[in-house]
């Protein structure tokens, strides 16, 4: 079943121009309706325009209205949802466990849920390619980039992960045509990651990011882009762990693609890593 459409239009409502705004203000407010109506009836019901409409449509990353309206018949279908807590003062243990899972469960259906399979398949396929891949990302972000370079050199995909915006400014200046240049950044907006990424697309550098669900710098300078979902954070910023998880998440789905893409070899690969770390010490690790 397909879903996400109204966690799209709330991640991407404050930035919307005014009548795409008004509309996906409408569809949230009144999504059975929406639902409903044709392109024409929903630019007429909000008082902007046919055009308004497809406008958002592409504004969301959809082919259309009806992929629209296919994500939010999935979403009424869904069963309600408790959405993001935050912990307070003198919390009981087991209430904080309870709040973070949920909070971390929460964080990966709602990134399922907006996945872009076009896109996803084409970063697939162009890691699948790639002749070298450069992970980048500073702070939390870099460790991210670190646990994606370990799951490639598991399955002999030559990758590199960097947080210091000149080491990988020097590779990115000797890079070959073939590499590609993996940017993450959870706000999209992270300096260091733009700079990277502006100087990428001028060495002609193919460039994938992974960002918050909605328009940021970061993912407008990208070629293909990737993202996990849209959150409120709390005071606390008890999301922040639960948005690390779904940026892992998005990292394991590509892992796992790319495994299934090339099944024999992957298999062969990690057989060999695991060995050689049987070697090294003596036990059987994964």
């Known amino acids: 079943m397909t879903t996400g459409g109204l ?20 569809i949230l407010q009144h999504p059975h309706e929406a639902l409903n109506q044709t392109v024409h009836q929903l630019g007429v019901a909000t008082n902007t325009s046919s055009a308004a409409v497809i406008r958002l449509c592409k504004s969301l990353g959809l082919r259309g209205f009806g992929e629209l309206k296919m994500r939010i018949a999935g979403d009424l279908m869904k069963s309600p949802e408790q959405g993001y807590r935050d912990i307070d003062p003198d919390e009981s243990m087991y209430s904080i466990v309870q709040k973070l899972t949920n909070n971390s469960l929460q964080s990966l259906r709602d990134t399922a849920d907006i996945i872009n399979y076009e896109e996803l398949e084409r970063a697939v396929q162009v890691l699948l390619k790639a002749k070298n891949i450069h992970f980048f990302g500073v702070g939390a972000s870099g460790i991210i980039a670190a646990d994606a370079q370990q799951k490639l050199l598991r399955i002999n995909k030559a990758a590199t992960a960097f947080s210091d915006l000149h080491l990988v400014a020097t590779l990115l200046a000797n890079a070959d045509e073939q590499d590609v240049l993996f940017a993450i950044s959870f706000s999209g907006e992270t300096p260091e990651v733009v700079k990277i990424v502006t100087l990428a697309k001028e060495q002609r550098i ?20 990737l993202h996990t979902s849209y959150q409120n954070e709390a005071p606390f910023r008890s999301a922040a762990a639960s948005s690390r998880l779904a940026q892992l998440h998005m990292i394991d789905i590509l892992f796992f693609c790319l495994a299934t893409a090339q099944y024999e070899q992957t298999v062969k690969s990690i057989d060999k890593t695991r060995e050689a770390i049987r070697k090294l010490t003596g036990k059987n690790k994964r």
Do not use: F
């Not at 239009?9 to 005014?18: F, K, T, W």
């Not at 909605?214 to 882009?225: K, Q």
């Open 7 to 26: 966690k799209m239009i709330a991640g991407m409502l404050e930035q919307l121009p005014p009548s795409e705004r008004k509309i996906a203000a409408y």
């Open 206 to 225: 193919l460039t994938i990011s992974l960002t918050n669900y909605g328009v940021s710098t970061v993912s407008s300078l990208s070629d293909i882009r």
